[in-house]
């Protein structure tokens, strides 16, 4: 049961933080792992630190999914390094920060670019080699922000990662007869490099209106997706769970057990 060796697995955002706990777990597995990201420099670090973790092979691809073109090429360079493609982990996404009053129409584009775009354009890339596989895998990484809660300075990122969610469901119903599963996992805070950097004291303020204590990790992320790619969850798809430690679930602060 449970067996991933084997597959092949892109991980979009693969190179930082959430991804790279995807990957992390996907090669401990035994999958065969691309991690996909801009700079090559954190590809070939995340590369370095993920090979030998498991039995299958760990590849980099500098890719931007807000470019059909990259994408397309990065499906390319996947299918000739591993055969084919089983597992699409369309995980890479930007969160900076802009208040409403204030954000550009730049601002919004880019966002959307990569959170929305980005996702359709890795599908779209990737999707002959899903079809073929016979049993595709489709993971978005969305958010609890935007689809069940809101955050002052990100009414853009939570529209991308709400706007996740549509396409999810559409694209769920579609790929349906080719035997491809579409699914979301919506993390709650993560302790990723960049969360580490704002500090113990803002840790330690998260951790108190979380239920269970304590932020998540980025393998508690990459534990859901591994269970998604698996044949035994071939009859889930369309759905958007969380993986937040219970965080969406207090009234208000006061309902966290101390
Ligand atoms: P992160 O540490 O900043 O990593 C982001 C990854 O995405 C990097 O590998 C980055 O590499 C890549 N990336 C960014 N833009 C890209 C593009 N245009 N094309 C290809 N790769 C790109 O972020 P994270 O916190 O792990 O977040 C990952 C995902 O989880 C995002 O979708 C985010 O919205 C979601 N999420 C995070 C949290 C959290 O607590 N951390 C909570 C909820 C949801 P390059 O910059 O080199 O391209």
């Not at 966002?111 to 779209?124: E, I, M, P, T």
């Amino acid at each position: 049961m449970f067996s991933l060796a084997g597959k092949s697995v892109v991980v979009t955002g693969g190179s930082k933080g959430i991804g790279r706990g995807i990957a992390s777990v996907f090669a401990a597995a035994g999958a065969n792992v691309a991690v996909a990201a801009r700079s090559t420099a954190d590809i070939d670090a995340a590369v370095s630190a993920l090979d030998g973790v498991g039995e299958g092979a760990v590849i980099g691809v500098a890719a931007d999914v807000s470019d059909p073109d990259s994408c397309r090429a990065m499906a390319a360079a996947v299918v000739d390094a591993f055969g084919g493609i089983d597992v699409l982990c369309a995980n890479a996404g930007i969160f900076p920060e802009a208040p409403l009053a204030t954000m550009t129409p730049e601002e919004l584009a880019q966002v959307l670019d990569v959170n929305v775009k980005g996702n359709v354009f890795a599908v779209q890339a990737c999707l002959p080699w899903l079809i073929a596989s016979g049993r595709g895998r489709v993971i978005l990484t969305s958010s609890i922000t935007g689809p069940i809660t809101g955050f002052p300075g990100w009414s853009h990122y939570g529209a991308s990662k709400a706007a996740q969610l549509g396409f999810m469901r559409t694209a769920a119903i579609e790929l349906a007869p080719q035997a491809i599963t579409v699914n979301a996992i919506l993390p709650g805070n993560i302790l990723t490099e960049g969360l580490a950097d704002m500090g113990d004291d803002y840790l330690a303020g998260m951790a108190r209106v979380i239920p269970a204590g304590a932020l998540g990790t980025p393998a508690d992320i990459g534990h859901l997706a591994a269970f998604l790619a698996t044949d035994e969850a071939a009859y889930i798809t369309g759905q958007a769970i969380a993986v937040d430690g219970g965080q969406v679930l207090p009234e208000s602060p006061d309902a966290v057990a101390p």
